[in-house]
């Protein structure tokens, strides 16, 4: 399933892959070890398995669940947001159906099955039309972004010129910014799994 991030240094979206196996075993929800990933990465990846469980009404008591992330360069991967993501994948594995390659997605999973907010989702959705994704799944509330303008005001006083930085919010609809910007992506809220499966799963 195709995840979207936002670079170490915040200023760009990339899109990267993540796969789920699951094997006989004892119940274990494993990550691969390259890259890294951040406890917070870990206990989403147990939040998904535990969720997917829940939705398809199958125990993975006697298996293994084993994630892993693909075509990223990052050595630690850090953060829950592709929480919601891993919880579609694992359904899908279980499930034995195919997961819509023209549609990505971002979110946290939470235990209610709820999928919860992120950040760069600007970003991340710019990464995602680069990619020729079609359609951007996004937590609700956010296909609206608010981001901050830098205003720079200068005053001269006799040889000096003194200057005051300040940032003035401003909201961004992402559907109206895709047109804009020429994108071929819709931008769609999802309040929890349930509408994610039916938008991601064939």
Request: proline residues 3%.
């Amino acid at each position: 399933i195709g995840i979207v991030a936002v670079s170490e240094q915040g200023q760009a979206g990339v899109l990267n892959t993540a796969s789920v196996e699951i094997f006989p075993g004892k119940g274990r929800v494993l990550f691969s070890l390259n890259p890294f990933v951040e406890p917070d990465t870990q206990q989403s990846a147990e939040i998904a398995a535990s969720v997917a469980q829940q939705v398809t009404g199958k125990s993975l008591a006697d298996r293994d669940v084993i994630y892993s992330i693909g075509n990223t360069e990052a050595r630690l991967v850090g953060g829950p947001s592709a929480g919601a993501a891993l919880t579609v994948a694992t359904i899908a594995a279980i499930e034995g159906k195919e997961i819509n390659g023209d549609v990505v997605m971002t979110g946290t999973i939470e235990s209610d099955w709820s999928i919860g907010q992120i950040g760069g989702v600007i970003e991340k959705a710019a990464a995602a039309a680069e990619q020729g994704k079609t359609l951007f799944l996004v937590p609700e509330g956010q296909s609206v972004a608010t981001y901050y303008e830098q205003v720079i005001e200068e005053r001269r006083q006799g040889p000096f010129v003194f200057q005051r930085v300040r940032y003035i919010p401003k909201t961004l609809d992402l559907n109206d910014f895709s047109k804009e910007q020429g994108w071929n992506l819709e931008i769609k809220e999802v309040s929890n799994i349930n509408e994610a499966v039916e938008l991601m799963l064939q």
